[in-house]
């Protein structure tokens, strides 16, 4: 057989099939031209040299990885989609007199003519929306875009590295599917149905059992590192319940809708019910799959915009005034009252007279201590990390311990909590009865107060905290300061803040800071007796604004990226569905047709089918997001975000628009699966 054969049989094959390769290579150039540009914005210098850029380099690494993975794992299947389909023209091939070398050769020039195609396209759309996208991502993060345009190298050969390992890794997916199938079994693939499946009850048992095991640990979960720990395992849960779900429970519902005489044995409903009952298997997996990515996309964008437009408050909960000092020390030392004040005098003395708003400087001074907050009882034990093992995150509370004179000053309050007696301001936990016993030391609480001054920081919590007052902070530090964990390490902290309020801005603002570090430099060595260095932070508030734009508007546009392509990949399932089921149902229906079925019960008919098989899985999505919502809005505590009512507005947002734009797609591929069984489509398309 002459050479020259094998790449116009080749291209032919792609042409004949072009209803189903059309989707494909797009899908494959949409793919590598969204690695490309997470790539170009990686490397782009306006990246590098913002505020905030490293965080935000972080994100679109992630970012692209995530597409790199979701990328051979989604082409994969559309490969195998692809191959099942060519396999009868494969098994004519051999009939014909072609060998397997031959087979070979045109599965080589087809994968090399996708590839060929694909980068072509997709190299191309990527750097022609490169500066497109960097200039939507530099004006989520509050950065003044760049127009000169550039082609990196680095993200070139990192893209085309990239997807010619995954189109070999499709050949080699193509060569094992063909390699051991005879003559007779490639003719017949096409043709061969799937037997009627049984509905299996243990399946379907199994995949309630994980649904709701899931679902039980999504609602009860109640601390944002608990949540964030088994956020993975949930969904790992949720998405082999789904599937079981899917498959198990499609199949007994149509075996129901069988069964009801009434709904069967009609005309729109026969050919639908009985046709999705006979491939249930691949159909139910199918659906399984858009429910998953439907769901992906629902979290990935409710989240990530819920952190976007949250920054705000989060900013404000992390630093509450325009420059925040803060000294961080393990352990008790006596001195620490005289070092503290003479430190608070000399960076008075050492800001400018007019830097300081009035009435806005706060300093405080508080001893904290972490423990196990015992269940059912006010009382927390500070030993819990006598060895390293497992630590109950959901039971780990902190006390903060406040003398009565700070929270005077601040609060404009005057209590004098007796010796032995306290105020306690709660947060995230309500285990406080008359007595509160911390590490062995029992207090009397006087009374539970609220939030006051922003002394307590609710919003930056993200395990239950207990602030209490009493009339000498200092006499609990010394009683608590034998507590160490496995290490030695003593576990008593002392934290003093130093906030205010400033007029300043830009450039004057941030010599704010030096003036503050300069002073502390100086004074430091007075804070650590025993060698060990403290830690000492002094941000200005505008500064870490532009590093939570940074990082919060790069999950936000990262999110958006993701969002699009699991949309992308829900379509081109839902596509390549559509289209291989009218194959298989364009027969029976042909049949229907010869005996009287007219135009207009065959679109009834997938309609009904459309409702049936589409609608099932976006409302599983939606109900795996309201029973996600709960440990979603833990988790966001951790990055600060607090607002449920801003994340009821985005995952709210963000199923409205999934909707409309999954109608659409349904609503199109719909029109195709009609055209098929209908016989109006035009041409050879197979």
């Known amino acids: 057989m002459k050479t020259a054969y094998f790449p116009r049989l080749a291209a032919d094959g792609m042409r004949k099939n072009r209803r189903l390769y059309s989707p494909y290579l797009m899908m494959c150039a949409l793919m590598i031209a969204v ?332 001893y904290c201590v972490s423990g196990y907050l015992l269940s059912g009882k006010p009382e927390i034990d500070v030993n819990y990390l006598k060895d390293a093992g497992y ?31 306290a105020l306690v301001h709660a947060v ?11 590490g062995g030391i ?18 930056a919590s993200v395990c239950p905290n207990l602030y209490v007052i009493v009339d000498d902070a200092r006499r609990y530090a010394e009683a608590l300061s034998g507590a160490v964990d496995y290490n030695g390490t003593p576990m008593l902290l002392l934290r003093w803040y130093y906030r205010f309020d400033t007029q300043y801005t830009g450039e004057d603002a941030a010599a704010l800071t030096d003036a503050v570090l300069s002073v502390w430099n100086s004074e430091k060595s007075a804070f650590d007796p025993a060698g060990e260095q403290p830690s000492f932070s002094c941000v200005e508030h505008e500064a870490m604004r532009a590093d939570f734009y940074t990082s919060f508007g790069g999950l936000f546009f990262v999110g958006i990226l993701l969002s699009a392509v699991f949309t992308l990949a829900a379509t081109l399932i ?10 298989e149902d364009s027969a029976r229906f042909g049949i229907m047709r010869k005996v009287g079925l007219s135009a207009e019960l065959i679109r009834k008919s997938v309609r009904g089918q459309m409702r049936t098989v589409f609608l099932l899985p976006l409302g599983a999505a939606v109900v795996h997001l309201a029973f996600a919502f709960p440990m979603l809005s833990k988790m966001l505590r951790l990055f600060g975000v607090t607002d449920t009512r801003l994340l009821i507005l985005t995952c709210g947002g963000s199923v409205l628009l999934c909707m409309a734009v999954y109608l659409v797609i349904c609503r199109f591929t719909s029109d195709v699966y009609t055209a098929i069984v209908g016989g109006t489509e035009r041409g050879n398309e197979r």
């Not at 989520?140 to 680095?154: I, N, Q």
């Not at 995230?428 to 911390?438: P, Q």
Request: proline share 4%.
């Open 442 to 459: 029992s207090v009397k609480v006087r009374e539970r107060i609220g939030a006051d001054a922003g002394l307590f920081p609710e919003t």
């Open 391 to 421: 630590v109950d995150y959901d039971r780990v509370a902190e006390v903060h311990f406040l003398s009565a004179g700070d929270y005077n000053r601040l609060s404009g309050k005057d209590v004098v909590p007796a010796p032995g007696e």
């Open 35 to 366: 690695h490309y540009i997470v790539g170009y914005l990686y490397v782009s210098p306006l990246v590098n040299a913002m505020k905030g850029g490293s965080s935000l380099k972080e994100v679109l690494w992630f970012g692209r990885f995530v597409i790199a993975v979701f990328a051979a794992i989604f082409l994969l299947y559309g490969n195998s989609f692809l191959i099942r389909r060519r396999k009868r023209e494969f098994g004519l091939y051999r009939v014909l007199g072609m060998d397997r070398s031959g087979i070979r050769k045109v599965a080589l020039l087809e994968t090399l003519y996708t590839e060929a195609i694909a980068m072509l396209f997709g190299l191309g759309a990527g750097i022609a929306l490169s500066k497109l996208a960097e200039t939507v991502l530099m004006r989520l993060v509050r950065t003044a875009p760049d127009m000169r345009f550039s082609v990196p190298t680095a993200p070139l050969l990192e893209t085309t590295v990239l997807f010619t390992a995954i189109f070999l890794l499709l050949l080699f997916n193509t060569l094992i599917r063909v390699r051991f199938v005879t003559e007779t079994e490639l003719l017949k693939s096409e043709a061969e149905g799937d037997k009627p499946p049984k509905a299996h009850l243990l399946p379907g048992l199994i995949g309630a059992f994980l649904l709701a095991g899931a679902y039980c640990v999504a609602v009860k979960i109640d601390q944002p590192i608990a949540a964030m720990l088994w956020f993975f395992l949930a969904v790992i849960a949720v998405i082999v319940a789904t599937y079981l779900l899917f498959v198990s429970g499609s199949v007994h519902i149509l075996s129901r809708m069988q069964r009801s005489k009434s709904y069967y044995y009609k005309a729109e409903h026969f050919l639908s019910v009985s046709s999705m009952r006979y491939r249930m298997k691949r159909n139910g997996a199918g659906l399984a799959s858009i429910c998953i990515l439907m769901t992906m996309v629902l979290v990935t964008l409710g989240s990530t915009a819920c952190l976007y437009f949250g920054k705000d408050a989060a900013l404000a909960a992390r630093y509450p005034r325009d420059v925040c000092t803060a000294i961080v020390r393990s352990g008790y030392d006596p001195a620490d009252a005289e070092n503290l004040g003479r430190l608070t005098e000399r960076i008075a003395v050492a800001l400018p007279a007019d830097a300081v708003k009035p009435g806005t400087a706060q300093t405080y001074t508080e």
């Open 574 to 583: 839902i596509y390549f569905k559509q289209v291989s089921e009218g194959y």
């Open 428 to 438: 995230r936990t309500d285990d406080v009865g008359e007595t509160l016993t911390v």
